[in-house]
């Protein structure tokens, strides 16, 4: 059975940044399960997935032979939208200037629809939406 949107986040608001746990692609992704009923990261996170062993250096390699986060996001989840037309449930690319995204920059959050959730060192960050990259519908 599927979440609303601030039940997700509010289970979320409290926890640490963690590495494949609680990081941005895993938040995005967990969301999209939630809606959507499928995991986009499961082939990734499976055995022998690039997720698999849980080493950041091996999912960094991965998302940049795919062509980056966007081309990475676009793979799994479709299209991208403009991050400006981001609406409320949509994960969202934003540029965080190292408030979020510890490796560069950029990370995954879930549009509230007044600003984007995303993962901080000691909690979920809340970013405007004017920070995002590309959206996509889920």
């Known amino acids: 059975m599927s979440i609303d949107l601030d039940t ?13 746990e609680h990081d941005c692609a895993t938040i995005a992704a967990d969301w999209v399960r939630e809606r959507r009923g499928s995991d986009p ?3 990734l996170r499976a055995k022998g997935g690039a997720l698999a062993p849980k080493r950041l250096l091996t999912a960094l390699r991965h998302v940049r ?9 676009s793979a799994l989840l479709g299209p991208a939208l403009p991050g400006l037309m981001a609406q409320r449930g949509d994960v969202v690319l934003v540029k965080s200037g190292r408030h979020t995204g ?10 509230t629809g ?4 995303a993962p901080g060192k000691a909690r979920l960050e809340f970013l405007p ?3 995002g990259v590309a959206a996509w519908r889920v």
């Open 8 to 20: 997700f986040i509010d289970a979320r608001r409290h926890v640490g940044f963690a590495y494949f």
């Open 41 to 43: 990261l499961d082939a």
């Open 65 to 73: 032979a795919a062509g980056g986060f966007e081309l990475t996001a």
């Open 102 to 111: 510890r490796v560069s920059g950029y990370c995954f959050g879930v549009c």
């Open 114 to 117: 007044s600003s984007i959730a």
């Open 129 to 131: 939406l004017t920070a």
